[in-house]
Each structure stands twice: as C-alpha cells, then as structure tokens.
C-alpha cells in the first residue's frame, strides 16, 4: 500500500491536514487531490484557503471566494475566505457594541474614523482571517479539515503570531485580575464600573481560549498530520532542511515528505533529447540525496504531469498518484456513529 494513504489509514483521529512548502510547489494541488480522495471514501471534508490570492477557485475552475463553503463533488467542500468581508464584519459588530454599551443613536465621528483606520491596518486583515479560522475549525462541521497554506515564512508567521497573542492575552489578562482585587476594595467607593471590568475580562478569556484551541490544534500530533512538499532540485532541498528545523522549534508535527515534479524516469529508456536526459540525470542525484536525508520519512514521489492540475479529471488522476487507485475506505468514527464528532 502506498505510505501516504498508510498514514490516513493507521491514523484517523489527524483530522486537521496540512501541506507546507515553499510558493509554488504544490501545496494547493496536494490539498485539492487529498480533499478529493478522502471526500470520495464518503468522509465529509472541507479544503479551505486563508490566502488572500487562494487558488481553490482556478483548480476547482468555479468562482467559490468569500462564498463560504461551497460543495464541489458529495463530501467535499471547498472554501476561500474573503478577509475583507470579515473585517467589514467586524466593524459592525464594534460599531454595535458602542451604540449597546452607551445607548446612542449613532456612531460618534471620531470614534468612526478610528474604526476606518484600524481597519487599515495590515494586522487586521491577518486577524480577521485568523478569527475566520478559529471559527470554521471550532464548529466542528466537518470529519477533516484540510488547510491550503501560504508559503512557508507566512505559515510560520501565523504559527509565531498564534504564540504572541497567546503571551499578550496572558499578560493582560493577569492584569486584569489584578485590577480585579482593586476594584474590589474600590467597589466600597464606586459600585458601577465592576460588571463593566468583568465584562472585558471575559470577552479576553474567550480569545484566549479560542486561540489556544486553534493553535493547540496546529501543533497537535494526535490530531494534526503536516506534511512537507519538496521537489528533486538542489535550492528546494537546501531550503527545506532549514525550514524543518523551524517547524521542530514551532512542534508543528511533521508527518512525512511528499516529492513534487519528478520527471518519469521511464523517460530515460526512451530516445530523447541530451537537455531531457541531463535534466533526469541532476534529477537521478537530488532523489538519491532526498532519499539519503529523509529516508522512509519519504511517503510519495509524484510524476510531473505533462499540463497543470486544473479541473476533477486531474485532481482525481493526480489523487491516484497520491494514494493509488482504490483503496479500502478508511473506517472513521463519523461512519461507525452517524453524524457524532469525536
Ligand atoms: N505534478 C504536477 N504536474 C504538473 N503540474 C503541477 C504538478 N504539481 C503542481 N503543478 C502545477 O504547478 C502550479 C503550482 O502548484 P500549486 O498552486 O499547487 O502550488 P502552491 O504550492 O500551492 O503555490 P503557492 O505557494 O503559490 O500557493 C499549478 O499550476 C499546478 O497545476
Ligand atoms: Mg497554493
């Protein structure tokens, strides 16, 4: 059996998949091609984008941003989120809040501007789409999530963003609790600002929680299988040992390699031209040199096809490559207890 199916098989709780690497490699193809497989062994999957210039849409060739998920074959849905939809969202949502909290009938204009200019903000986009995510992963809708990531600094990114916010609710939130002891003392004198205090202190313990289930999430390996897509060249091996030892720094769970682009050396047998068979003979050197590096850790060699991966035919024939052709249906919990998650 092909090992990348193996891994599937032997571990149905790594419900959260991943394919990381740098720009242009592969990783959206990989996402596409896994949703598809498992989808069609009955598993209710969603492959989602948070890039801004997420690609679902050309490789399922149907116009699917900032539409939510929307179902491509049975069981798969395919997704791309529309950052600025959210922040729109989300100005609503403060602009509500302060009519809620200080019972006005509109928005004071200097508290509009600020609300404009924040929006702005490049953060901002990166947290919307960070909450979106925090959402669609805690709603639990689906038996696997599958994430078509950034290129890899922008995936490290999030991941070390993911930390930072982490310290920083931390700090305020023990602050926060510190003023909390005050105002006890303080609520003798001034009785009405506690429930305001307590209010912000909960809405921070929220986000706390939400994003240490998101990244928890990342860098669980009971429930997460990240894989890495490399390709036979020299730069792309280079990069991808130093990038494996960040990945270890961050605990992201790496399950496996998975080898991008390999000219069918079947090709050499044939007559071809010497610019062919220099290529498949550098190509030859880099795959003993992956071999000797990653060794078992290696799970698939993919053939470069002769046009790109656009379209089911060629997702289902590059999911044959991944996985091989019928293979036995992965026995899932979902299957075993109708519609319950665990
Ligand atoms: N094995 C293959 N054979 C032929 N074309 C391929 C193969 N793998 C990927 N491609 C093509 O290469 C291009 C880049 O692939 P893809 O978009 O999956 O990369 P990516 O890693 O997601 O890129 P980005 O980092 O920009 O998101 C696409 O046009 C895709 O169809
Ligand atoms: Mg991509």
Redesign the pocket.
């Known amino acids: 059996m092909l090992s990348l199916s193996r891994i599937f098989e032997e571990h149905p709780n790594r419900r959260y998949i991943m394919f990381g ?1 740098k ?8 996402s596409a091609a896994t949703a598809f497989y498992l989808a069609q062994k009955g598993l209710k999957v969603l492959v989602f984008s948070v ?1 801004p210039q997420a ?1 679902l849409s050309d490789i399922f060739e149907r116009d699917i941003f900032g539409k939510g998920p929307v179902e491509i074959i049975p069981n798969l849905f395919a997704q791309e989120i529309d950052a600025d939809q959210h922040i729109k969202a989300y100005q609503n949502e403060i602009r509500q809040k302060i009519l809620d909290m200080y019972g006005m009938e509109e928005v004071p204009e200097e508290i509009e501007s600020y609300i404009q200019a924040a929006a702005a903000e490049p953060a901002m986009e990166e947290s919307a789409i960070f909450d979106q995510v925090v959402d669609i992963v805690m709603a639990e809708d689906y038996d696997y999530y599958i994430y078509d990531l ?2 890899l600094g922008h995936a490290l990114y999030y991941l070390s963003m993911a930390s930072v916010y982490d310290e920083w609710i931390d700090k305020i939130t023990e602050l926060r609790q510190e003023m909390e002891e005050f105002s006890k003392v303080a609520s003798l004198i001034k009785r009405k600002k506690e429930s305001e205090e307590d209010m912000i202190l909960k809405e921070l313990m929220d986000i706390k929680y939400r994003i240490n289930t998101s990244s928890g999430i990342l860098t669980n390996k009971e429930k997460t299988a990240f894989f890495f ?1 490399i390709i036979p060249e020299e730069m792309a091996l280079l990069d991808t040992q130093k990038a494996a030892k960040l990945f270890a720094a961050y605990d992201v769970p790496l399950c496996g390699y998975v080898v ?2 390999v000219i069918p050396t079947e090709l050499g047998q044939q007559r071809i031209p010497d610019y062919l068979r220099n290529r498949l003979e550098m190509q030859g050197r880099h795959m003993k040199r992956i071999d000797e590096l990653f060794g078992e850790q290696v799970l698939a060699w ?4 002769e ?4 379209g089911l035919a060629m997702i289902e024939r590059m999911a044959e490559a991944m996985f091989g052709p019928n293979a036995d249906p992965i026995k899932h919990s979902s299957q075993m207890d109708e519609g319950a998650h665990s």
Do not use: A, C, Q, W
Not at 23 to 30: R, V, W, Y
């Open positions: 690497g720009g242009g490699l592969g990783k959206t193809t990989f890039d690609s950034v290129p897509v991008n682009r993919i053939p470069e096809f046009r790109d991966v656009t």
